[in-house]
């Protein structure tokens, strides 16, 4: 049973962050728009690209020349693009596996089983937390780290406790069918355990098109991923006073 909850958790997280080896990993807040990047550390700013690739860091504007200038403003650019995809995405994903669990769980438990309630419930409470760690509002798009780490964590433990004792109370009240039904008549602890195999299957089969789906779309964002990532990288290199300040883990 342990695997089954494994399962269902990796197939979320999977569409969370993950598709072809592909992490979205902040080390810092985030606000982005169509005139500026501003990265902090909670209240301080740590470094602004403002439109025209000006750039300053704790505050002092940075000396660039027009190549640099140019490099800062397609990265800063780039990850204006990414994080409202990204933002999309987790909040996809929040629906897509809302509706997907509601369903598999349904066809294996009943709709009225613990399993349906507690992953509802669970999923709602993941909801709050990412809307509480991200915002967006008149084209700026804000993600803190912090908030996010938290959600990362205890959605882990939570999600994963949560339903491994829905999965637990269903399959005990499912058992107890199957073991009256061994008690009346062969025939009917037959059917039982065919209808049990069934149901699993069909959990099995929306738990899986529900991954594919997630991760068809985690891939196009993974893309543009990996760019920001070379971006960023080469303008460290170029521009030695954003060193040691990198956005993404790599």
Known sequence: MKYLTVLVFGLFISALATASECTIDLQYDIEVSSKALRVSDQTET????????????????????????????????????????????????????????????????????????????????????????????????????????????????????????????????????????????????????ESFGNRMDLMGEELESMSDGLEETAEELCDGMRKVQKLERKLMKEVPELAGYQLFAT
């Open 46 to 193: 740590i470094y602004e690209i403002r439109q025209g690739g000006w750039l300053s860091v704790k505050g002092e504007p940075v000396e660039l020349d027009d190549e640099q200038r140019a490099l800062a403003e397609e990265y800063a650019g780039e990850v204006a693009a990414l994080v409202p995809q990204w933002m999309e995405l987790v909040s996809t994903a929040l629906t897509v596996a809302e509706k997907s669990l509601k369903v598999a769980f349904s066809a294996a438990f009943g709709e009225e089983s613990e399993a349906v309630a507690k992953s509802g419930e669970a999923l709602a409470s993941a909801r709050e937390r990412f809307e509480a760690s991200s915002s967006a509002e008149d084209g700026v798009y804000s993600i803190s780290v912090f908030a996010l780490n938290d959600l990362d964590g205890a959605f882990d433990e939570e999600f994963s406790e949560d339903i491994e004792d829905a999965i637990m109370a269903s399959l005990g009240s499912i058992f107890i069918e199957i073991g009256k039904a061994l008690i009346s008549s062969d025939s009917d602890f037959d059917e039982s355990m």
